[in-house]
């Protein structure tokens, strides 16, 4: 069965490919992330409390790119074409999906009501409150953003984009049905850093898969959403 192109959709999927970058990009620009995320504490405070409202509103837009992960993931995996595939596989995409999208702002939304006040803290305090400082924000960082926004979210984040590429291999739609199986695993290995440094591991290997990863997952969602906009033909099985 045919079902006619879905512009909307593509142009969605399209823009969020574009979207979330562009937050993630001023965030290397002018906090040098995600490498400051693994210096000490102190240097990471104090380079915030520098950076002002325009770092607090770039982690804001940040989280809101990821919390519009929801309704895109529910749209990209409930289509008439993947229901009538897979009624299961398109319910396990848009579950997965949308909960990678809460997670990751959850723990993005850290920057942006609770990192303020430990910087100024920090900023501010004697000794005795900069430490306390460094500690809380070394115990947020561990929770809010390995444990829920970094392992929960992107484990999510790989077992949507497994979903759907299994969906789109099916339909025969193999380029981007083995652009999207490569980006899980490339985001699942990279999801192993947080252990390997709870395990008291060098993890920087791993941040390597995670950058391409999320390379490859932009590069998914644009070609996911030419498909929508019909100017992505599939093949036929040999």
Same mark, same amino acid.
Do not use: C
């Given at each position: 069965?045919?079902?006619?192109?879905?512009?909307?959709?593509?142009?969605?999927?399209?823009?969020?490919?574009? /979207?979330?970058?562009?937050?993630?990009?001023?965030?290397?620009?002018?906090?040098?992330?995600?490498?400051?995320?693994?210096?000490? @504490?102190?240097?990471?405070?104090?380079?915030?409390?520098?950076? /002002?409202?325009?770092?607090?509103?770039?982690?804001? @837009?940040?989280?809101?790119?990821?919390?519009?992960?929801?309704?895109?993931?529910?749209?990209?995996?409930?289509?008439?074409?993947?229901?009538?595939?897979?009624?299961?596989?398109?319910?396990?995409?848009?579950?997965?999906? @949308?909960?990678?999208?809460?997670?990751?702002?959850?723990?993005?939304?850290?920057?942006?009501?609770?990192?303020?006040?430990?910087?100024?803290?920090?900023?501010?305090?004697?000794?005795?409150?900069?430490?306390?400082?460094?500690?809380?924000?070394?115990?947020?960082?561990?929770?809010?953003?390995?444990?829920?926004?970094?392992?929960?979210?992107?484990?999510?984040?790989?077992?949507?984009?497994?979903?759907?590429?299994?969906?789109?291999?099916?339909?025969?739609?193999?380029?981007?049905?083995?652009?999207?199986?490569?980006?899980?695993?490339?985001?699942?290995?990279?999801?192993?850093?947080?252990?390997?440094?709870?395990?008291?591991?060098?993890?920087?290997?791993?941040?390597?898969?995670?950058?391409?990863?999320?390379?490859?997952?932009?590069?998914?969602?644009?070609?996911?959403?030419?498909?929508?906009?019909?100017?992505?033909?599939?093949?036929?099985?040999?």
């Amino acid at each position: 069965m045919m079902f006619p192109p879905s512009p909307r959709l593509g142009a969605a999927a399209i823009a969020m490919a574009i /979207g979330f970058n562009l937050p993630y990009a001023n965030l290397v620009a002018i906090y040098d992330y995600p490498d400051i995320l693994r210096r000490p @504490a102190a240097e990471a405070l104090t380079r915030f409390a520098d950076g /002002g409202p325009t770092l607090i509103l770039t982690w804001h @837009a940040f989280a809101w790119a990821a919390l519009l992960l929801v309704p895109l993931a529910i749209g990209l995996a409930l289509t008439p074409a993947n229901r009538a595939t897979s009624d299961r596989l398109a319910l396990t995409a848009a579950i997965t999906g @949308a909960l990678s999208g809460v997670t990751q702002a959850i723990g993005l939304w850290r920057w942006v009501f609770v990192i303020p006040g430990l910087a100024r803290r920090h900023a501010e305090g004697d000794a005795t409150q900069k430490a306390a400082a460094e500690g809380m924000f070394d115990m947020l960082n561990a929770w809010g953003g390995v444990a829920i926004g970094e392992h929960l979210g992107q484990w999510l984040l790989v077992f949507f984009a497994l979903s759907l590429a299994l969906l789109q291999g099916r339909q025969g739609r193999y380029l981007t049905g083995g652009l999207g199986f490569a980006t899980a695993v490339l985001i699942g290995i990279g999801t192993t850093e947080g252990l390997a440094i709870a395990l008291g591991r060098n993890g920087e290997v791993f941040s390597l898969f995670t950058i391409a990863g999320f390379l490859g997952l932009s590069l998914w969602l644009i070609l996911t959403g030419l498909g929508h906009l019909g100017l992505m033909t599939k093949r036929a099985r040999p």
